[in-house]
């Protein structure tokens, strides 16, 4: 069994820059993901057991940056130039495998923070 707790959402204005951080319960494969209104929860961002390789989400990538303190069982993402359509609900997934090739797929995580709200205006 593995605990996740996020935080760092907020509501911010479009540019602005926020960081989420999941605290885990043990050490495990990381994701994040999000979820807006009325779409389908959708990946971000995964970052493997050792944070050797990271992967991004198309939308994102140079502007948000996966990362982890494995000393605090911690993963973080830092999120830059933030635009309206990253309004969502962001969430932290654990697989309790070191690597996998499916981390973009929701059902390859057994476990699931509560989320974190991330509101930016426009």
């Known amino acids: 069994q593995v605990q996740l707790v996020e935080s760092g959402g907020g509501l911010v204005q479009a540019g602005d820059s926020l960081r989420l951080s999941c605290v885990a319960s043990?050490?495990?494969?990381m994701g994040w993901f999000r979820q807006a209104p009325g779409k389908e929860r959708e990946f971000v961002a995964a970052?493997?057991?050792?944070?050797?390789?990271?992967y991004y989400a198309d939308s994102v990538k140079g502007r948000f940056t996966i990362s982890r303190d494995n000393s605090k069982n911690t993963a973080y993402l830092q999120m830059n130039s933030l635009k309206p359509e990253d309004t969502a609900v962001y969430y932290c997934?654990?697989?309790?495998?070191?690597?996998?090739?499916?981390?973009?797929?929701?059902?390859?995580?057994?476990?699931w923070g509560q989320g974190t709200q991330v509101t930016v205006s426009s």
């Open positions: 997934a654990a697989d309790l495998r070191q690597s996998t090739s499916r981390y973009f797929a929701r059902d390859n995580y057994n476990y």
């Open positions: 043990r050490r495990t494969f």
């Open positions: 970052i493997s057991w050792d944070g050797g390789s990271t």
